[in-house]
């Protein structure tokens, strides 16, 4: 099976945006649940926000209202846009493919089994 790839990440200033994108493997990407996870240095990876097959929407308190996460079936492809971003953000992104069919996004890894190699994010201050 083919992994995920990211795209879109990069330097921004606080209080800016961008967008990643995750390129998914197979022709029937749209029925897994997909996620986002993040892992700044020296600190364990998290959960970031998951989309459900059926597209139910999951985000972590922390990115809550800020972080927007939909897919592209058509495309196969997953985004995540990133608005009012803060240094605390900074982190490498990863994209990950979960359950298929899953009615729900899950915010723990070990429900992911395929992983990109992920992108970095730096929010400067």
């Known amino acids: 099976q083919v992994q995920p790839v990211e795209s879109g990440g990069g330097l921004v200033q606080a209080g800016g945006s961008l967008r990643l994108s995750c390129a998914a493997s197979?022709?029937?990407?749209?029925?897994?649940?997909m996620g986002w996870f993040r892992q700044a240095p020296g600190k364990e990876r998290e959960f970031v926000a998951a989309i459900s097959w059926g597209d139910n929407t999951y985000y972590a308190d922390s990115v809550k209202g800020r972080f927007i996460i939909s897919r592209d079936n058509a495309a196969n492809t997953v985004s995540l846009q990133m608005n009012s971003l803060k240094p605390e953000d900074t982190a490498v992104y990863y994209c990950a493919r979960g359950g298929l069919f899953a009615v729900t996004g899950s915010i723990h890894p070990y429900d992911y089994n395929l992983w990109g190699q992920g992108t970095q994010v730096t929010v400067s201050s």
């Open positions: 197979g022709r029937t990407a749209g029925n897994y649940a």
